[in-house]
Nanobody
Framework: QVQLVESGGGLVQAGGSLRVSCAAS????????MAWFRQAPGKEREFVAA????????YYGDSVKGRFTISRDNAKNTLYLQMNSLNSEDTAVYYC????????????????????WGQGTPVTVSS
């Protein structure tokens, strides 16, 4: 089992920045990729960014490219999402997710690829 706990969400003004974190614990040695997704009220869960645990390759959803940066600290088993130039459309609950074992790059944006999920941390951007 793997436990994922997000933190760092909150209220921020439009144009501002925020960093959310995801601490992983448990049987994390099999982690192959981790990702951030978000879900706004009444909308489907949306892929934000992913990173491979070995090599650190990063992938981003089109709506956040150039504004958000995903990173990981393998020693601390922690995933980060630095969010800059926030706007009201970024308001959502942000979830981290972990994949154990093999995967294909094309599947990274797909929620069902992931084996474990955190409880989410809310981010509200005020205009």
């Amino acid at each position: 089992q793997v436990q994922l706990v997000e933190s760092g969400g909150g209220l921020v003004q439009a144009g501002g920045s925020l960093r959310v974190s995801c601490a992983a614990s448990g049987r994390t040695f099999s982690t192959s990729a981790m990702a951030w997704f978000r879900q706004a009220p009444g909308k489907e869960r949306e892929f934000v960014a992913a990173v491979t645990w070995i090599g650190g390759r990063t992938y981003y959803g089109d709506s956040v490219k150039g504004r958000f940066t995903i990173s990981r600290d393998n020693a601390k088993n922690t995933l980060y999402l630095q969010m800059n130039s926030l706007n009201s459309e970024d308001t959502a609950v942000y979830y981290c997710a972990a994949r154990m074992g093999v995967f294909t790059i094309s599947a990274l944006p797909t929620p069902r690829l992931y084996d474990y999920w955190g409880q989410g941390t809310p981010v509200t951007v005020s205009s």
